[in-house]
Nanobody, 116 residues
Framework: QVQLTESGGGSVRTGGSLKLSCTSS??????????MGWYRQAPDQPRDLIAIINTGGKRTYVDSVKGRFTISRDNNKKMLYLQMNDLKPEDTAVYYC????????WGQGTQVTVSS
């Protein structure tokens, strides 16, 4: 059974940094063959895909996080990461990981709160 577990969230001030981690279990070797993404969901907003890293390591970001966030992966550990720098209040959300096609069950997410 596939399980995703996000961690690393917290409360920071504007301009602060956080690094999120996503641990996957039950995925076997499929992690290496999956384009992976980070999503976020602010209160009363839909869950949006904000960063993708494909199987070849190519990274794609939405404009609102470009230049501030960096997505990375460790296929050996079956883990996904999101380094977030220069955080802004509008980054406040629950952050989730999944495949870029949302193919696995959602984890519980990790809360990121940025105060001014």
């Amino acid at each position: 059974q596939v399980q995703l577990t996000e961690s690393g969230g917290g409360s920071v001030r504007t301009g602060g940094s956080l690094k999120l981690s996503c641990t996957s279990s039950g995925v076997g070797s499929t992690f290496s063959f999956a384009d992976m993404g980070w999503y976020r969901q602010a209160p009363d907003q839909p869950r949006d895909l904000i960063a993708i890293i494909n199987t070849g390591g190519k990274r794609t970001y939405v404009d609102s996080v470009k230049g501030r966030f960096t997505i990375s992966r460790d296929n050996n550990k079956k883990m996904l990461y999101l380094q977030m720098n220069d955080l802004k209040p509008e980054d406040t959300a629950v952050y989730y990981c999944n495949t870029a096609s949302q193919g696995w069950p959602w984890g519980q997410g990790t809360q990121v709160t940025v105060s001014s």
